[in-house]
């Protein structure tokens, strides 16, 4: 009995490990059928117990190619069956697949991002008015948070407007406009607001629960 027992490192590798061992040699058998009808009833079995294996994918809608590629995979391209979808090849499972083209932004002022980039494209486009006005200030106070979480220092409003007038490559030109944006203090102070609340409010919430710990406890 001892000479009969199967190690791992004596066993033929698994192609798709996470179906086991169990179901390579239910493929394994599939292939060494003769009988071609009785080969598809077979392999029709072991994708409804694959099927049975991923409950969690029965919505997806490439379900049932997905499970039809992987038994020809698991069966190393061997099994000749009739399948409801094209049969892949060996040829197509090791081509390599395209790089993706990933978009190269080399932004002036890293600690704006790239949004505020997209932002300022927009407000160029817009017409002369009221709304394109309060579209720039926006943009130009979001910045200067942006600024300030990146330098924790106060930042003068004609620095904002520099930067402001050369992303948009010079057809946003507010450097010698009377404008004043949301003061540095204010910025820092709403932020520092919502630490300190939520701080005291754990604060609270540890006495509130100390208190109903005392209250609870048994007096003798």
């Known amino acids: 009995m001892i ?3 199967e190690y791992n490192t004596e066993r033929p590798k698994l192609i798709i490990p996470e179906y086991g061992r169990h179901m390579q040699k239910m493929v394994d058998q ?28 029965r919505d997806v809608p490439d379900f049932q190619p997905m499970l039809w590629d992987q038994l020809f995979i698991i069966s190393d391209f061997k099994l000749d069956v009739e399948s409801p979808f094209p049969i892949p090849t060996r040829e197509e499972l090791a081509e ?4 993706l ?12 991002g790239n949004n505020i980039k997209r932002m300022i494209d927009v407000a160029v486009t817009w017409e002369e008015g009221d709304k394109r006005e ?11 948070k942006c600024f300030l979480n ?24 507010y450097k010698d406009s009377t404008e004043a944006l949301v003061d540095a203090t204010e ?8 630490v300190s609340n939520t701080g005291s409010s754990t604060k609270k919430n540890y006495k509130s629960n100390s208190n109903n710990r005392n209250t609870n406890r048994k007096r003798y």
Do not use: C
């Not at 003769?34 to 079995?45: F, L, P, W, Y």
């Not at 390599?96 to 790089?99: A, G, K, L, V, Y």
């Not at 309060?134 to 200067?144: P, Q």
């Not at 924790?152 to 946003?172: A, C, M, P, Q, Y």
């Open 30 to 57: 599939a292939v060494a059928t003769e009988d071609r009808v009785e080969r598809n009833k077979i392999a029709k079995s072991i994708i409804a117990i694959m099927g049975n294996l991923n409950p969690h994918l």
């Open 187 to 194: 910025l820092l102070k709403t932020k520092k607001r919502f």
């Open 150 to 173: 990146w330098n924790k220092d106060t930042v003068d409003d004609r620095v904002i407007f520099n930067h402001l007038f050369e992303l948009s490559d010079g057809k946003i030109d």
């Open 3 to 5: 000479e009969d027992i």
């Open 101 to 112: 083209e990933y978009p190269q932004n080399f932004p002036r002022y890293r600690f704006y």
């Open 96 to 99: 390599r697949p395209e790089p």
């Open 134 to 144: 309060g579209l720039i200030l926006t943009i130009a106070n979001h910045m200067k």
